[in-house]
């Protein structure tokens, strides 16, 4: 039991020192990480944003809008307005994805690009982030400025 709390201890100092700047081989918060991204989504990342969606509208639509996300070029937005578009409020770093995320930072590790369904300014409808919720808590808890790779479409039926 004593190595697991051990474990977990280690895992919430890295994403703490990730959180402030500091790599894993002691570099000080000077030579802050920089968020790395993958050119394409990971596949698992899709099934993940449907299933989500499917919370939030019905299955048609859901799947219509992953396939135009698999079809969607990348645009890229900071931190955030991301979260701010969403209304999402920012993660802490204690939570468990989140921390994991800034591990993979700290290490130089690529992150996959975000998933997103637009919103309507005119309707009130905040966006979506159908996938990639944690990672981008964890580049705005290392800088808020990154600029994100996102692949961002309005909801589709097909």
């Known amino acids: 039991m004593a190595t697991s709390k051990g474990s977990k201890k280690r895992s919430k100092d890295a994403a703490t020192r990730a959180a402030r700047g500091h790599h894993e081989n002691g570099s000080s918060p000077g030579d802050a990480p920089t968020v790395r991204w993958i050119l394409d989504p990971e596949e698992h990342d899709y099934p993940a944003a449907e299933s989500y969606l499917c919370l939030l509208t019905d299955p048609e639509v859901a799947h219509g809008t992953v396939i135009a996300l ?16 969403a209304r ?11 921390a994991s995320d800034l591990r993979k930072i700290a290490d130089g590790t690529p992150l996959s690009p975000v998933l997103m369904v637009r919103g309507d300014l005119h309707e009130g409808r905040p966006a979506l982030i159908a996938d990639g919720y944690h990672r981008v808590c964890a580049s705005y808890l290392t800088d808020e400025n990154t600029d994100i790779p996102v692949r961002i479409v309005d909801p589709t039926r097909r």
């Open 70 to 85: 698999r079809e969607a070029s990348p645009e890229h937005f900071k931190a955030k307005d991301i979260l701010r578009s």
């Open 88 to 98: 999402l409020a920012l993660l802490p770093l204690t939570n468990p994805h989140v």
